[in-house]
């Protein structure tokens, strides 16, 4: 059955977050995990809070919550160059939320934040292999180059003229 994504919220993350984060990490499969970190990965709670380091104006954490469950069902991360005005992003989701929006609803959230602090490019990388992230990148418009990483594809879009 899928879950209601009327039903998630998303926000800015906090420090506080960083241990329902963690779990999100640690929640994946084993092919989700590989997917969003290109690699294996085993501590959630370093990854989670790299991603919340408070005072770093470089880079922001969006995380998708399921109400009711007090459970995080997503995330996506920036971090930028300010001397570029450009910014690189990841994202994740629940492997039971995949496949029904919340992917591009970050996504579009993710966009709207990095224009409203001024950014004008957006880009990620992605392995090979990852279809889904993919999909996401080439439905949301961004146009597909050359990783310097061999497993890898890289994606970018112009946010503003």
Request: glycine share 8%; aromatic share 10%.
């Amino acid at each position: 059955m899928a879950d209601d994504l009327s039903a998630v919220s998303i926000r800015t993350a906090q420090m506080a977050d960083v241990d329902r984060l963690a779990a999100h990490f640690g929640a994946l499969s084993q092919a989700s995990r590989y997917n969003r970190f290109m690699g294996a990965v085993d501590n959630f709670a370093r990854i989670a809070l790299d991603c919340l380091t408070q005072g770093r104006a470089d880079r922001f954490t969006l995380v998708a919550e399921s109400r009711g469950y007090d459970a995080i069902v997503g995330e996506a991360s920036y971090a930028f160059d300010r001397d570029r005005r450009s910014g690189e992003f990841a994202i994740s989701v629940a492997d039971r939320w995949q496949r029904q929006g919340l992917g591009s609803a970050l996504l579009c959230a993710l966009q709207f934040r990095a224009i409203s602090l001024g950014y004008s490019e957006l880009f990620g990388e992605t392995l090979k292999t990852n279809v889904p992230m993919k999909s996401l990148a080439r439905k949301a418009g961004f146009e597909f180059t050359h990783s310097s990483d061999w497993r890898a594809v890289r994606f970018d879009l112009k946010l503003i003229g």
